[in-house]
């Protein structure tokens, strides 16, 4: 079945923690990557997306993802977290053969201890 | 400009009652895309429209209806509320909502409680 796995459901850090968050899809071919965040009372926000290119990206609030087309996977890293990055994360992917509709993992809570 | 605004932003109904939510695109896009979030899960695509045509459907059942207005706001219908339509429902849009760099932007939300 076509689906994105987020395999970590509950993460708690330290501030100045270093984070990875993983994601893995199961889709062949040329797809899109997206990592959105909801802040708590907050409507989901895209962090950063991968179309093409370089397969590291950057996105908002220092937030990076890379790309290994190889493994399926587009992990979202941040080399020291703050107190305000306590949010939920989400993964998603579209594809051309679903009609560019997203498919999301099951999101991944950070909680950040001051 | 404005974010996509969607209405209201709370709601609670009874089984068998029916329910519209309302969803207003960023200016400029005129695809609207709908999902539901259901607590501790990520949101699962219901409806796509654009241009006032369906251009994709996800796997619910045809309780569920939606249509998209000439001004490219759009509207989704549940009818004969069950328990297990609580959820957040959420309204997304996009330039055209075709092609693979298309990047939706999405609402706050409506929280629906079925009782």
């Known amino acids: 079945a076509q689906s994105v796995s987020q395999h970590n459901h509950h993460v708690i850090l330290s501030e100045a923690a270093s984070l990875e968050l993983g994601c893995n899809y199961s889709?062949?071919?040329?797809?899109?990557l997206f990592w959105y965040v909801q802040y708590p009372g907050q409507h989901l926000q895209l962090l950063l997306k991968?179309?093409?290119?370089d397969p590291l990206v950057k996105g908002i609030k220092g937030f990076e993802a890379e790309f290994i087309k190889s493994k399926f996977s587009f992990n979202l890293r941040k080399p020291s977290v703050q107190w305000s990055d306590t949010a939920e994360y989400f993964c998603?992917?579209?594809?051309?053969?679903?009609?560019?509709?997203?498919?999301w993992g099951a999101g991944t809570k950070l909680i950040i201890k001051p | 400009d404005a974010g996509v605004t969607q209405s209201p932003t709370h709601l609670i109904k009874t089984r068998g009652q029916q329910v519209t939510l309302r969803c207003s695109p960023i200016s400029g896009h005129k695809s609207v895309s709908w999902y539901q979030q259901v607590l501790g899960q990520g949101p699962q695509f219901i409806f796509q429209y654009y241009e006032k045509e369906e251009r994709g459907r996800g796997n619910f059942p045809d309780r569920f209806s939606a249509r998209q207005f000439p001004n490219y706001s759009s509207e989704l219908n549940v009818n004969a509320l069950l328990l297990g339509d609580s959820a957040l429902y959420l309204c997304?849009?996009?330039?055209?909502?075709?092609?693979?760099?298309?990047?939706?932007?999405f609402g706050p939300g409506t929280r629906l409680l079925v009782l």
């Open positions: 991968y179309f093409s290119g």
């Open positions: 889709y062949g071919g040329t797809v899109n």
């Open positions: 997304a849009s996009s330039h055209s909502g075709w092609g693979l760099q298309e990047t939706q932007y």
């Open positions: 998603a992917v579209n594809r051309m053969d679903s009609n560019y509709q997203l498919i």
